[in-house]
């Protein structure tokens, strides 16, 4: 069975960092995509970012939103993907999910770990 | 970037008959060497993760009931749910992944 845990959220400051790690199990982690989806309170869904495989070249791609704040990473010996976020801002307070990627469509996902930013 | 575009908002169908959702891209999202539309939809119930329902438009995931069906393609897409059950409540979302930044509708909320 396919699980995904995130964990690492938290309340923060504005311009503050959090590390978000999202722990994989039930398939080869190593062939997959991973992303990163958000929720704000009551809203849609927004996406942060994604990071290919290492086959891939483990390339990462970020929203505008979030481009040059976050990085994702990824450490296959340990099935885990990361999101660092940098500087962060009230705008990101959400519910950060971690995905599986097939080609884009979001296929597995975990139940999201909750980030606040607030003074 | 893609905008996708749902409709409506929010809709109230009866135990039993069809709830249609539509999701409208900003351009095309089929794919010409495979001829693939890269349009997914996914179902989000309160306090829960989304769960992906359809992918390529049309392809139903792995254990979705057959009652929830995708259509259309290019830049018109369809959700239609043919006999909706009390446990289909729920927070309904199409998406784009033809190109990055991939790209999600506002949602339409279903209720009885």
């Known amino acids: 069975e396919v699980q995904l845990v995130e964990s690492g959220g938290g309340l923060v400051k504005p311009g503050g960092s959090l590390r978000l790690s999202c722990a994989a199990s039930g398939f080869s982690f190593t062939n997959v995509w991973m992303t990163w989806v958000r929720q704000a309170p009551g809203k849609g869904l927004e996406w942060v970012g994604r990071?290919?495989?290492?086959?891939?070249?483990?390339?990462?791609d970020y929203s505008v939103a979030v481009k040059g704040r976050f990085t994702i990473s990824r450490d296959d010996s340990e099935n885990t993907v990361h999101l660092q976020m940098n500087d962060l801002k009230s705008e990101d307070t959400g519910i950060y999910y971690c995905?599986?990627?097939?080609?884009?469509?979001?296929?597995?996902w975990g139940r999201g770990t909750q980030v606040s930013v607030s003074s | 970037d893609i905008v996708m575009t749902q409709s409506p908002d929010s809709l109230a169908v009866s135990l039993g008959e069809r709830a249609t959702i539509n999701c409208k891209s900003s351009?095309?999202?089929?794919?010409?060497?495979?001829?693939?539309?890269?349009l997914a939809w996914y179902q989000q119930k309160p306090g829960q993760p989304p769960k992906l329902l359809i992918y390529?438009?049309?392809t139903r995931q792995s254990g979705v009931p057959d009652r929830f069906s995708g259509s259309g393609s290019r830049t018109d897409f369809t959700l239609t749910i043919s006999s909706l059950q009390a446990e289909d409540v729920a927070v309904y979302y199409c998406q784009q992944y033809y190109t990055t930044p991939l790209t999600f509708g506002g949602g339409t909320k279903v209720e009885i």
């Open positions: 390529w438009a049309s």
């Open positions: 351009r095309s999202v089929l794919f010409g060497s495979n001829y693939k539309n890269y």
């Open positions: 990071i290919k495989s290492q086959v891939a070249g483990a390339t990462t």
């Open positions: 995905t599986t990627d097939y080609s884009g469509s979001l296929d597995n």
